[in-house]
């Protein structure tokens, strides 16, 4: 057994962390977020609800929030769509490229964020890759402008950079499924479509489940891709939280923001927490 | 007088007019390691075939070719007159109890023994009274609605058993169903898997290492080493007559004694006995049952004639004598580095020289197959 001090001992630095970097910073959003600004640019410590109010009143934070839901469920899907094929590919098929394979969807992972967020700035601008392609293809007369600084933009970026989050769950929760369950299913007369439909995917919910979730939240709290390529009609909520704890100095309001969010994140959490024990075997 | 040759040997394999399943010169090889070479094997319906062997030997795979989850390297499976080995596994009208039983875990009991009815579109208002019918024959049907984790390896087997059966296949394939089960529970299911194939009456093919498994349950024994198909014959035939030195060591215990054929008599060290077998140098097993200790009076009459009766006699000093209940095992040193090993009935404290006989019969000529 260990002793009571080895056991404190060892449990401090964890819990001081949580506490330090955690509980202390979201107590502090909390109290903000029932704050003021005054006009002289000083917090002015009176409590109301206020903030939460113009969040309500004001149609631009509902589109906005809405907006980011919107593209965090759309590139959710999008990555599920990329990711899980990938997976079951590399999983069930890829048999001697399957470790190269692998390295190729883990290496975009290295790769800075902003240098992938670039990147598509330079393909999808007016005078951007894509559109002189197309250009040169005789496919269209002039750029195509909707590509960039559009909510499209967005998602495609943000697939790009989150689909590898989406893959590894998926590619680790097929990895277990056992072999010769898919065997037993042949044996039992069933081809490899009722296998899929019958074994393999249901054996995979808890992968999928996890990578729609790390897709979407991720998603839902980035605010880099949105000012890259999102433009005026791609700003998502977090955009409007940086600028109000930056530029707009309206700590309050960004706080109040992102407690709605945080919710909204523990929320989507919570549901694929209930829908992945409804959907295990008990 | 009777001759030795009166008692002939009967032919090992039961002639098949129209076998169920017809394995055909089949070959598999993995990379360089040739896994199964040149196995032909014929299976009649309703037989209770046992694949026996050590592990290494290619016995499950040649099961799972049966089952069509490898490839055949060369040679054809038919079943029923029909290419078997050309079909997609789910195609065959075969199933498999697996040695890990394979349960899906994320289906109930009832689920997974349906899972074969619904993958082949059975009537929808037939499948709940087949399965619990199928449930009901291997005793769990009171299971019906439990997850497989809460189920002990003994009833997964079951399970497993009714998984495979409720499909009614033409051959079931069973890979080792047993060996992870505890020793009495293991007895338990081998005979209600014996009842259960009488029952059912379908083709059983069994794998197991096990030598006396596959002889209670067998009605015949296909024992496989190396990927050779070393003898085919009745649990019976396999224990009285085995064709090679490796099936007389491995089913059961034996003496194997080098000999030289002359003139019609066998000479293993001082032993000799009359013998059919060709003149030259063979190998011969014989069971340490077979070993009878001679009181006095037979001694006498053993020396006058041995010509003439099918018996050899040999004498020989007790070396060690343990005791085993109702037979008590002997070791017999015949000098010459001969050492045989007699199973003797309640023979009392034995000690010094005696003498011993055998039925020249019992002395089985076998192919030495042990260096290769």
Known sequence: MYSRAYKAAVAIPPLAWVITFLLIPYAALFCYSFWSVSPSQTIVH????????RLVENPMYSTVLLRSLLIAASVMICALLIGYPLAYYLSFHATKRKDLLYQLVIIPLWASY?????????????DGVLNGLLRFLHLTNHPLQFLLYSPFAVVLTLTHIYTPFAFLPIYASLEHVPRNLIEASHDLGAGPWATFRRVILPLSIPGV???????FVLTFGDFLAPLLVGGNSGIMIANIVASDFGAAFQWPLGAAISLCMLLLVVGTLFATESLERRLKPS | MSSPLTRTSTSSAVSVPEPLLSIRSVEKRFGARSVLRAISLDVAAGEFLTILGESGSGKTTLLRLIAGFEQLGGGEIWMGGERLDVLPPYAREVNTVFQSYAMFPHLSVFENVA????????????????????LAMVKMDEFAEAAPSRLSGGQQQRVALARALVNRPRVLLLDEPLSALDANLRRQMQTELKSL???????????THDQEEAMALSDRIALLRGGLLEQV????????RPATAYVAQFIGQTNLLSAEVRDGFAHAGAIVWRTSAPSGKTMVALRPECIRLLDSVDSCAAESSPDDVPTAHFRGRIRSQTFGGAMDLVEIDCGASQLLRARIPNPGPLAGEREFAFCADDATPVRNTLQD
């Open chain 1, 209 to 215: 489940l996890a990578g729609a979730t790390f897709a």
């Open chain 1, 114 to 126: 902003l240098v992938r967020g670039y990147a598509w700035k330079t393909i999808l601008g007016t």
């Open chain 1, 46 to 53: 009176t409590w109301s609800l206020a903030n939460y109010l």
């Open chain 2, 197 to 207: 194939q009488r029952e059912v009456g379908i083709t059983f093919l069994f794998v």
């Open chain 2, 233 to 240: 014959a009745s649990p019976r035939e396999i224990y009285a």
């Open chain 2, 115 to 134: 899972y074969g009815l619904r993958a082949k579109r059975a009537n929808r208002n037939e499948i709940p009274a087949r399965v619990k019918q199928a």
